[in-house]
C-alpha cells in the first residue's frame, strides 16, 4: 500500500477545509484547527493503476498573525496551495509560503488553487498573472469548493505529480 | 583480479612477428608469470566448474548459517529460506502425504490435545465470568451501565475487569507520519489508522513546537480517561501504543526493544521511505508481541468455579425436584385411583389424564363418600381435576348397609349386619321397630332376605317379667277366712300395679293377656267346704282389682281349693302358704278385635 502525505496550505479562510471536506473521509472534528493548528483526513485514491492513500494535513491558515508551524510540513510528498481568488493578498502570502518551503525543503511536487471561482464579481486574479504562475511552472486549478468544480482533477494532478516524483 | 589475470594471458602469435623475438619473449614471459598463471588458471577452473564452486561452498554452508544465527535474532535468514522450505514442504506433500504425516504424527497429537483444552479452558473461563457477572450487584451495575453507554455488555465487563490491555500498536514512519504498520487486539474496534497515526504524530510536533523543546525530545504519553497512548521514538520511526488501564513500566521497556529491533532490520527501508508501506509486513510479529494483556486477579480465587458450580447445582435440583415432584404426583395420582377404586359404592370406568388434568369416569352410589374430599385428602387440587361420576344404586355390602341404617334408624342396642344380601339385625328392639324392620327391610335395594333371629323383643321380655313377678306373688288368708291375713296390703299393691302394666305390655305385643286369680285353701276341713271358700278368695282378690280400675275382662277367678297346692302341709308354714290366692298368666297371641 503506498501512501502519502499532503498537507493543505494556505491563508485563514481561503477553504482549505471547504475543499478538503468534498474530497475526503474525515473522522476528527474541525476543532482540531484551533486547538493544535493541524486535522488530519485521509482519501485513497486510484491513479497509475494502484491505490494510493492520501493524508491530508489540514494545516490552520497562515496570516498576519501566526505562521505556518513548519515542522508539520516534514515528510510532505506534496502539497495544495490555497487561495482565495476573491483575495489577491491570500495569492501573494500563498506563494510567498511556497518561497518559504522551497527554500527549507527543496522543490515539493505542488498544485496552485485557486477557490471560489463560482464569485466571478469579485474575482480579482487577472488572466495574465494565472498564465505567468503556469509559466512559473505552477499547476494552477480555478476551483470552487461549493460547486465542486476541478476539485478532483486539483487532487488527481498532485497524486500524479508525487507518483512521478 | 581475474580480468587482469585475463589481460596478462599469453598473446598468440602473429604471423607478422618475428620468430626469434617471439620466442625469446614467450621464454622471458614464461619465466616470469609462468607460476602466477598456473594459480590463475587453477582459480578460473575452479570457477568456471559448477562442481567444484559446489564442492566449495558444501564444506562451508552448514558452518556459514551456523554463524550467521549466532549473530543475534536477525530474521534476514528465516526469511530468505522460508520459501524454499514452504515450497520443499509442499513439493513433498504432493509427492508423497504419508512421508510428512509420519513426521508430524508425534507432534500433532499433543498439539491438537492442547488446543482443544485450551479451547474448553477459554469456554469455561468466560462462562464463569458470564455467569459470575450476570448473578453478582456488580454485573447488574455493569448491565446498567452497558445500556446506558450503549456499548456491549462484554466492553464493559472488559473495561472493568481487565488492570490493562494493549489495544492498537502503530508503527509510524517518523518524518512523514504515514502509518507503517497497525496491529488490533482482538474485538477492539478501532479509528482509521492512517489519519489516527497522522493525528498522532502531528500532536507530537504540535507539543514540541509548543513547548520549544529544543532538539529531539518528544512526548511520552498522552491519556485520556481510560486509555493512555504510550510512545517511543527512534531515529527514523514512532512506535505507539495504545492502552486501556495501566500497563507496568516494564512494558516501556518492551516497546523501546521491539522499536530498536525494528529500526535495526528496517533501516534502509525506514530511510527510503517513500510512502510503500509493503516492506514493513514483516514487521506485524514483533508488534503482534506487543499486544498484551493483564487482568484483575480474582478475589477468593476458586469463586469463579464455585459460580459454576452453584449454578449448575441449582439447574440440577430444579431438575429433580421437577421430575420428583412429577413422580411424585403420579404416584400420588395413582394412590389415590387405587384408594378411589377400593371405595365401596365407586366403580371407575375409565381414566386419563390430558393437558395437566386428571379426567376419571364411572358410578358413585350417593351414600359413597365424596370422591372431592378424597381428592383433597389425598393432596391434589379438587379443581385439577374432572370427576364424571354417574349416580347408581351400588349392592356393595357396606353400601347396603348404609342404606339400611339410613332407612330403618334402627334403635340403640340393635346392631345391624349385611352378608350377600340378607340383612340381620341383632340385640333388643321394641316390637314396634321390630315390626317396621321386618316390614320394610326386604323392599330395600340390595337387600335380598332379612335375619331377625338374634333379635329380642323388649315388650316380650317386659311381659315376662312382669308375668313372672305377678306369679310369684302369694296373697296369704287366715284359717277358713277369706280376708287377707294383715300385712298382705303391699303384696297386694304390687300385684295390682304388675297387673296393670302386663295387661298394657301384652297389647303392645299385639295380643291379649288372661290372668287366672286362683284361690287356695289348706287341706284341713272338708272339700265340700273348701271349694266355695277358694272361689270366694279368689273373688275377694277380682273385687279389689276391679275396684282399683283393672279391666276385669281379662281376669278370671276361680277356686282350686286343695286341688293345686303350692307346698306340702308338713309345717304350719306350708298350711299357711296353702290358704292363698295366686296368679296365672296366659298370653294369646291374637290380634286384638278392633
Given at each position: 500500500?503506498?501512501?502519502?502525505?499532503?498537507?493543505?496550505?494556505?491563508?485563514?479562510?481561503?477553504?482549505?477545509?471547504?475543499?478538503?471536506?468534498?474530497?475526503?473521509?474525515?473522522?476528527?472534528?474541525?476543532?482540531?484547527?484551533?486547538?493544535?493548528?493541524?486535522?488530519?483526513?485521509?482519501?485513497?485514491?486510484?491513479?497509475?493503476?494502484?491505490?494510493?492513500?492520501?493524508?491530508?494535513?489540514?494545516?490552520?491558515?497562515?496570516?498576519?498573525?501566526?505562521?505556518?508551524?513548519?515542522?508539520?510540513?516534514?515528510?510532505?510528498?506534496?502539497?495544495?496551495?490555497?487561495?482565495?481568488?476573491?483575495?489577491?493578498?491570500?495569492?501573494?502570502?500563498?506563494?510567498?509560503?511556497?518561497?518559504?518551503?522551497?527554500?527549507?525543503?527543496?522543490?515539493?511536487?505542488?498544485?496552485?488553487?485557486?477557490?471560489?471561482?463560482?464569485?466571478?464579481?469579485?474575482?480579482?486574479?487577472?488572466?495574465?498573472?494565472?498564465?505567468?504562475?503556469?509559466?512559473?511552472?505552477?499547476?494552477?486549478?480555478?476551483?470552487?469548493?461549493?460547486?465542486?468544480?476541478?476539485?478532483?482533477?486539483?487532487?488527481?494532478?498532485?497524486?500524479?505529480?508525487?507518483?512521478?516524483? | 583480479?581475474?580480468?587482469?589475470?585475463?589481460?596478462?594471458?599469453?598473446?598468440?602469435?602473429?604471423?607478422?612477428?618475428?620468430?626469434?623475438?617471439?620466442?625469446?619473449?614467450?621464454?622471458?614471459?614464461?619465466?616470469?608469470?609462468?607460476?602466477?598463471?598456473?594459480?590463475?588458471?587453477?582459480?578460473?577452473?575452479?570457477?568456471?566448474?559448477?562442481?567444484?564452486?559446489?564442492?566449495?561452498?558444501?564444506?562451508?554452508?552448514?558452518?556459514?548459517?551456523?554463524?550467521?544465527?549466532?549473530?543475534?535474532?536477525?530474521?534476514?535468514?528465516?526469511?530468505?529460506?522460508?520459501?524454499?522450505?514452504?515450497?520443499?514442504l509442499?513439493e513433498s506433500v504432493r509427492k508423497d502425504p504419508q512421508v510428512l504425516a509420519d513426521a508430524l504424527f508425534p507432534?500433532m497429537?499433543?498439539?491438537?490435545?492442547?488446543?482443544?483444552?485450551?479451547?474448553?479452558?477459554?469456554?469455561?473461563?468466560?462462562?464463569?465470568?458470564?455467569?459470575?457477572?450476570?448473578?453478582?450487584?456488580?454485573?447488574?451495575?455493569?448491565?446498567?451501565?452497558?445500556?446506558?453507554?450503549?456499548?456491549?455488555?462484554?466492553?464493559?465487563?472488559?473495561?472493568?475487569?481487565?488492570?490493562?490491555?494493549?489495544?492498537?500498536?502503530?508503527?509510524?514512519?517518523?518524518?512523514?507520519?504515514?502509518?507503517?504498520?497497525?496491529?488490533?487486539?482482538?474485538?477492539?474496534?478501532?479509528?482509521?489508522?492512517?489519519?489516527?497515526?497522522?493525528?498522532?504524530?502531528?500532536?507530537?510536533?504540535?507539543?514540541?513546537?509548543?513547548?520549544?523543546?529544543?532538539?529531539?525530545?518528544?512526548?511520552?504519553?498522552?491519556?485520556?480517561?481510560?486509555?493512555?497512548?504510550?510512545?517511543?521514538?527512534?531515529?527514523?520511526?514512532?512506535?505507539?501504543?495504545?492502552?486501556?488501564?495501566?500497563?507496568?513500566?516494564?512494558?516501556?521497556?518492551?516497546?523501546?526493544?521491539?522499536?530498536?529491533?525494528?529500526?535495526?532490520?528496517?533501516?534502509?527501508?525506514?530511510?527510503?521511505?517513500?510512502?510503500?508501506?509493503?516492506?514493513?509486513?514483516?514487521?506485524?510479529?514483533?508488534?503482534?508481541?506487543?499486544?498484551?494483556?493483564?487482568?484483575?486477579?480474582?478475589?477468593?480465587?476458586?469463586?469463579?468455579?464455585?459460580?459454576?458450580?452453584?449454578?449448575?447445582?441449582?439447574?440440577?435440583?430444579?431438575?429433580?425436584?421437577?421430575?420428583?415432584?412429577?413422580?411424585?404426583?403420579?404416584?400420588?395420582?395413582?394412590?389415590?385411583?387405587?384408594?378411589?377404586?377400593?371405595?365401596?359404592?365407586?366403580?371407575?370406568?375409565?381414566?386419563?389424564?390430558?393437558?395437566?388434568?386428571?379426567?376419571?369416569?364411572?358410578?358413585?352410589?350417593?351414600?359413597?363418600?365424596?370422591?372431592?374430599?378424597?381428592?383433597?385428602?389425598?393432596?391434589?387440587?379438587?379443581?385439577?381435576?374432572?370427576?364424571?361420576?354417574?349416580?347408581?344404586?351400588?349392592?356393595?355390602?357396606?353400601?347396603?348397609?348404609?342404606?339400611?341404617?339410613?332407612?330403618?334408624?334402627?334403635?340403640?342396642?340393635?346392631?345391624?349386619?349385611?352378608?350377600?344380601?340378607?340383612?340381620?339385625?341383632?340385640?333388643?328392639?321394641?316390637?314396634?321397630?321390630?315390626?317396621?324392620?321386618?316390614?320394610?327391610?326386604?323392599?330395600?335395594?340390595?337387600?335380598?332376605?332379612?335375619?331377625?333371629?338374634?333379635?329380642?323383643?323388649?315388650?316380650?321380655?317386659?311381659?315376662?317379667?312382669?308375668?313372672?313377678?305377678?306369679?310369684?306373688?302369694?296373697?296369704?288368708?287366715?284359717?277358713?277366712?277369706?280376708?287377707?291375713?294383715?300385712?298382705?296390703?303391699?303384696?297386694?299393691?304390687?300385684?295390682?300395679?304388675?297387673?296393670?302394666?302386663?295387661?298394657?305390655?301384652?297389647?303392645?305385643?299385639?295380643?291379649?293377656?288372661?290372668?287366672?286369680?286362683?284361690?287356695?285353701?289348706?287341706?284341713?276341713?272338708?272339700?265340700?267346704?273348701?271349694?266355695?271358700?277358694?272361689?270366694?278368695?279368689?273373688?275377694?282378690?277380682?273385687?279389689?282389682?276391679?275396684?282399683?280400675?283393672?279391666?276385669?275382662?281379662?281376669?278370671?277367678?276361680?277356686?282350686?281349693?286343695?286341688?293345686?297346692?303350692?307346698?306340702?302341709?308338713?309345717?304350719?308354714?306350708?298350711?299357711?302358704?296353702?290358704?292363698?290366692?295366686?296368679?296365672?298368666?296366659?298370653?294369646?297371641?291374637?290380634?286384638?278385635?278392633?
Open positions: 500500500m503506498l501512501q502519502k502525505k499532503v498537507c493543505m496550505l494556505g491563508s485563514f479562510s481561503v477553504g482549505k477545509t471547504s475543499l478538503v471536506r468534498r474530497f475526503v473521509e474525515s473522522i476528527f472534528s474541525e476543532q482540531y484547527h484551533t486547538t493544535i493548528g493541524v486535522k488530519v483526513d485521509k482519501k485513497v485514491v486510484r491513479a497509475v493503476s494502484q491505490d494510493v492513500t492520501l493524508v491530508f494535513w489540514d494545516i490552520h491558515g497562515e496570516d498576519v498573525f501566526q505562521k505556518v508551524q513548519i515542522s508539520y510540513l516534514r515528510g510532505m510528498s506534496g502539497y495544495l496551495l490555497v487561495a482565495d481568488g476573491t483575495r489577491r493578498q491570500t495569492l501573494e502570502d500563498a506563494l510567498a509560503l511556497a518561497t518559504r518551503i522551497t527554500e527549507t525543503m527543496g522543490k515539493i511536487p505542488a498544485v496552485l488553487v485557486l477557490n471560489k471561482c463560482d464569485l466571478t464579481a469579485q474575482w480579482e486574479i487577472e488572466p495574465d498573472r494565472e498564465s505567468k504562475l503556469a509559466a512559473d511552472g505552477w499547476r494552477v486549478f480555478r476551483s470552487s469548493a461549493k460547486t465542486g468544480e476541478s476539485v478532483e482533477e486539483a487532487f488527481s494532478q498532485l497524486t500524479l505529480a508525487m507518483l512521478k516524483q | 583480479m581475474p580480468e587482469q589475470a585475463q589481460r596478462r594471458a599469453p598473446i598468440p602469435p602473429t604471423p607478422e612477428s618475428q620468430p626469434e623475438d617471439k620466442q625469446a619473449l614467450d621464454e622471458l614471459r614464461h619465466l616470469i608469470v609462468a607460476p602466477e598463471q598456473e594459480g590463475l588458471q587453477e582459480i578460473r577452473e575452479r570457477l568456471d566448474s559448477k562442481e567444484r564452486r559446489a564442492e566449495d561452498v558444501s564444506s562451508v554452508v552448514a558452518e556459514a548459517i551456523q554463524m550467521r544465527r549466532e549473530q543475534g535474532d536477525d530474521q534476514a535468514l528465516a526469511e530468505a529460506l522460508a520459501p524454499t522450505i514452504q515450497e520443499t509442499r507432534v497429537g499433543p498439539a491438537i490435545r492442547k488446543s482443544i483444552s485450551e479451547t474448553l479452558r477459554t469456554m469455561l473461563e468466560s462462562f464463569n465470568e458470564a455467569l459470575e457477572h450476570s448473578l453478582s450487584m456488580r454485573g447488574i451495575q455493569w448491565r446498567i451501565e452497558a445500556f446506558r453507554t450503549g456499548k456491549p455488555f462484554a466492553e464493559i465487563v472488559l473495561m472493568h475487569s481487565l488492570l490493562y490491555r494493549v489495544e492498537q500498536v502503530f508503527l509510524i514512519h517518523r518524518e512523514t507520519g504515514l502509518v507503517l504498520n497497525h496491529v488490533v487486539a482482538p474485538s477492539v474496534t478501532t479509528q482509521d489508522p492512517e489519519m489516527v497515526a497522522g493525528m498522532l504524530s502531528a500532536i507530537q510536533q504540535f507539543a514540541r513546537d509548543s513547548f520549544k523543546s529544543a532538539g529531539e525530545e518528544t512526548l511520552g504519553s498522552m491519556n485520556f480517561e481510560e486509555v493512555e497512548i504510550w510512545i517511543e521514538v527512534s531515529p527514523d520511526a514512532v512506535l505507539a501504543a495504545v492502552i486501556r488501564g495501566h500497563a507496568p513500566s516494564d512494558y516501556r521497556l518492551a516497546m523501546k526493544e521491539a522499536l530498536e529491533n525494528i529500526q535495526q532490520n528496517f533501516s534502509s527501508a525506514l530511510a527510503n521511505f517513500k510512502g510503500e508501506t509493503g516492506p514493513f509486513r514483516a514487521a506485524g510479529d514483533r508488534l503482534h508481541q506487543l499486544l498484551e494483556s493483564r487482568f484483575k486477579e480474582k478475589q477468593g480465587g476458586t469463586g469463579r468455579p464455585r459460580a459454576a458450580m452453584v449454578a449448575a447445582g441449582v439447574v440440577l435440583a430444579i431438575v429433580l425436584g421437577w421430575v420428583g415432584y412429577s413422580s411424585y404426583l403420579l404416584w400420588e395420582w395413582s394412590r389415590f385411583l387405587a384408594a378411589l377404586r377400593q371405595q365401596p359404592g365407586i366403580a371407575v370406568i375409565s381414566v386419563n389424564k390430558s393437558g395437566g388434568r386428571f379426567r376419571v369416569q364411572g358410578f358413585r352410589d350417593p351414600l359413597a363418600p365424596d370422591p372431592g374430599k378424597l381428592l383433597s385428602e389425598a393432596g391434589f387440587d379438587p379443581k385439577k381435576a374432572d370427576l364424571e361420576l354417574m349416580p347408581f344404586y351400588s349392592v356393595d355390602d357396606v353400601i347396603v348397609l348404609r342404606r339400611a341404617k339410613e332407612l330403618l334408624h334402627p334403635p340403640t342396642g340393635v346392631r345391624l349386619s349385611e352378608k350377600n344380601g340378607e340383612l340381620r339385625a341383632e340385640g333388643v328392639a321394641p316390637s314396634k321397630w321390630i315390626a317396621h324392620f321386618e316390614e320394610r327391610a326386604p323392599w330395600i335395594a340390595g337387600v335380598n332376605s332379612i335375619d331377625v333371629s338374634h333379635l329380642q323383643n323388649t315388650d316380650r321380655i317386659e311381659f315376662n317379667r312382669l308375668k313372672s313377678a305377678l306369679e310369684s306373688a302369694v296373697l296369704v288368708f287366715p284359717l277358713g277366712r277369706t280376708e287377707l291375713e294383715p300385712g298382705q296390703e303391699a303384696t297386694l299393691g304390687q300385684g295390682e300395679k304388675d297387673l296393670q302394666a302386663l295387661i298394657i305390655q301384652a297389647e303392645r305385643l299385639g295380643g291379649a293377656v288372661t290372668v287366672d286369680i286362683v284361690g287356695h285353701t289348706d287341706s284341713t276341713g272338708v272339700e265340700a267346704a273348701n271349694l266355695p271358700l277358694s272361689r270366694q278368695r279368689a273373688d275377694q282378690i277380682f273385687n279389689v282389682l276391679r275396684r282399683a280400675g283393672v279391666k276385669t275382662a281379662s281376669l278370671r277367678p276361680r277356686g282350686v281349693a286343695t286341688s293345686e297346692p303350692l307346698r306340702t302341709e308338713v309345717t304350719e308354714e306350708g298350711r299357711r302358704y296353702n290358704r292363698s290366692v295366686t296368679f296365672k298368666v296366659a298370653f294369646s297371641p291374637a290380634p286384638p278385635v278392633h
